[in-house]
Nanobody, 126 residues
């Protein structure tokens, strides 16, 4: 497992932007898949975006397509989530996750990942 620490959350108005970061405790090898999940109060944790490091292929949940961008800087051992055009319904705790294998089309499944960060809060006001 790898230790993950998220940062970059905060409070913004609707239409604003934030960039989340997830720092890994060691090098992120090409075999890794990583993802961002979020959980709002009273709701299940849902997949927001995923990436397979080996190919750079990215995956997005329907609610964030065209607004969020996931990327990874392996040299900095950091995963990012650029969030634009934020909406109040994006308010949630955001978590990053990692697993040392491809997840493919199952990137949004929580049980696929074996490393999790403790989360960073994003609050979007209308």
């Amino acid at each position: 497992q790898v230790r993950l620490v998220e940062s970059g959350g905060g409070s913004v108005q609707a239409g604003g932007s934030l960039r989340l970061s997830c720092a890994a405790s060691r090098y992120i090898y090409s075999m890794y898949s990583m993802a961002w999940f979020r959980q709002a109060p009273g709701k299940e944790r849902e997949g927001v975006a995923g990436i397979y490091i080996g190919s750079g292929r990215t995956y997005y949940g329907d609610s964030v397509k065209g607004r969020f961008t996931i990327s990874c800087d392996t040299a900095k051992r950091t995963l990012y989530l650029q969030m634009n055009s934020l909406k109040p319904e994006d308010t949630a705790m955001y978590y990053c996750a990692a697993v040392p294998r491809p997840t493919g089309d199952g990137w949004f499944r929580r049980d696929y990942y074996n490393s999790w960060g403790s989360g960073t809060q994003v609050t979007v006001s209308s």
